[in-house]
C-alpha cells in the first residue's frame, strides 16, 4: 500500500507500507529559485504557462503536493530546463 504525508518541513513523501519494506522518499525542488531567476515570474505567470491554478504552483513549491509526471515536464520546460534540473527525488536509501 502506497503511503503520502507531509513532513513539518513541507515537503511532499511517500512511502511504501512498513511491511513491504521500503522507505520513505522525499520530492523536492528549485521552483521559487528559477522563478526568480526568470525575471521574478509570479507563480499566476507559471501557472498560466502550465495550465494550473496559482495554489497548485503555491502547493508544489512548498513541497505539499507532488506534480503528475506531464505537469513536472511542463514546468521544466518552461524554464527550458531538464525535469532533473527543477524536481529531485531523494530517498533515504539513495
Avoid: C, H
Amino acid at each position: 500500500m502506497l503511503l503520502f504525508w507531509f513532513s513539518t518541513a513541507g515537503e511532499a513523501k511517500m512511502a511504501k507500507s512498513e511491511s513491504s519494506g521500503e522507505r520513505s522518499r522525499t520530492i523536492k525542488n528549485n521552483i521559487r529559485r528559477l522563478r526568480f531567476e526568470n525575471g521574478e515570474m509570479t507563480q499566476q505567470k507559471l501557472a498560466d504557462k502550465v495550465g494550473v491554478t496559482r495554489q497548485t504552483i503555491i502547493a508544489i513549491e512548498a513541497g505539499k503536493y507532488a506534480p503528475s509526471l506531464p505537469l513536472a515536464f511542463r514546468i521544466a520546460r518552461t524554464f527550458a530546463l531538464p525535469i532533473e534540473k527543477v524536481f529531485q527525488y531523494e530517498g533515504e536509501d539513495s
